[in-house]
């Protein structure tokens, strides 16, 4: 029995996972490209993560690019059996670290084989397309083509499992129409909530919900209310933030990012971190406060 236990479990595809898993962005260099700093730190972070319990890890290939793929392959192949990697297609990397959208049948094929051979896996459990209509967020726009050629993808055997991100509620009814659908990754966090609605939604459909940016993501969340409220329960702001998402709704899995084993252990303790109802109601202001 590990701490993250105590986070609960939610159905990730036909999966069961624990509520609190990694993402792995963090791991590549400055501006998600290139090495990390440190090659041996980053292959720490996902040993201990795995040693600690953490059955979801979230990635893609075009972190880096490539590279956090690789330092997953390195770190942990081969993979336990146990082990959800979730990975995401829909966008390639410039020269300049810019993210340019890839929704050609060509570049989303070349993506999913990219995922595969980085990886080192036959089959993905789960892949996202990241939509990208808009850089700042969800932005509408017909998702018909791109996922069709994912829904292929999956009758090939490449992929087991679909989730959509960066996506509008309408975006996702269509993409419901075109294929099931396991999971929507989303921008959502304690002063972030865009998504309220839409997370009862999908909970209701027994539909994962993976918040990204859950620590705020390049800035970390800043709040005095987070930090007056941490310091009564003796836990870090990291921890409540993470504890207020998992007290948010059932659905909700969690990703946090780091490159450092000392936040991960950090992280992974909020899933032993209990609110009590009246922090949550404090902690339910701070979007407002934030607006
Ligand atoms: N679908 C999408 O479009 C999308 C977009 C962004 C991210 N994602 C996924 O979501 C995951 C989570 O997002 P994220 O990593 O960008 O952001 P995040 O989890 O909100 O926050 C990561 C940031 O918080 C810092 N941090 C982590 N733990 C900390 C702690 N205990 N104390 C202080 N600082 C701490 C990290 O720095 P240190 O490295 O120094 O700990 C890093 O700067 C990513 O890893 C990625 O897999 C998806």
């Known amino acids: 029995m590990s701490i993250i236990d105590q986070s609960g479990t939610f159905t990730l595809g036909d999966r069961s996972v624990k509520r609190l898993g990694y993402g792995a962005m963090q791991l590549a260099g400055p501006g998600v490209f290139g090495p990390p700093k440190d090659h041996d730190a980053a292959l720490a972070v996902l040993r201990t993560a795995v040693e600690s319990g953490v059955d979801h890890i979230d990635t893609s290939d075009f972190y880096g690019p490539h590279v956090t793929n690789q330092l997953i392959r390195e ?8 082990l959800v990697i979730v990975t995401k297609v829909g966008a390639r990397r410039g020269e300049d670290k810019s993210w340019i959208p890839a929704f050609s049948r060509e570049e989303l094929t070349k993506a999913v084989h990219d995922n595969l051979r980085n990886l080192g896996l036959d089959v993905i459990e789960v892949v996202n397309l990241r939509l990208m209509f808009s850089v ?19 009758r090939q055997g490449l992929i087991r499992h679909i989730g959509l991100s960066n996506a509008t509620a309408t975006q996702i009814a269509e993409g419901r129409g075109i294929a099931k659908i396991a999971c929507v990754q989303n921008q959502y966090n304690l002063a972030h909530r865009d998504d309220d609605v839409l997370i009862d939604d999908l909970a209701r459909d027994g539909i994962a919900y993976v918040p990204f940016f859950p620590l705020g993501g390049f800035s970390p969340l800043q709040s005095s209310t987070l930090s007056d409220v941490a310091t009564r329960l003796n836990a870090t702001p990291m921890q409540v933030a993470l504890a207020w998402l998992l007290r948010r709704a059932p659905n909700i899995l969690l990703i946090p990012g780091t490159s450092s084993v000392g936040h991960l252990r950090e992280n992974l303790a909020a899933a032993e971190l209990v609110l009590p109802d009246d922090a949550v109601s404090e902690l339910d202001k701070v979007a407002a406060i934030a607006a």
């Not at 700042?136 to 999956?154: K, N």
């Open 136 to 154: 700042y967020g969800p932005a509408e726009g017909s998702l018909e083509a791109p996922l069709t050629v994912l829904a292929d993808l999956q």
């Open 75 to 82: 770190a942990l192949h081969p993979y336990r059996d146990d």
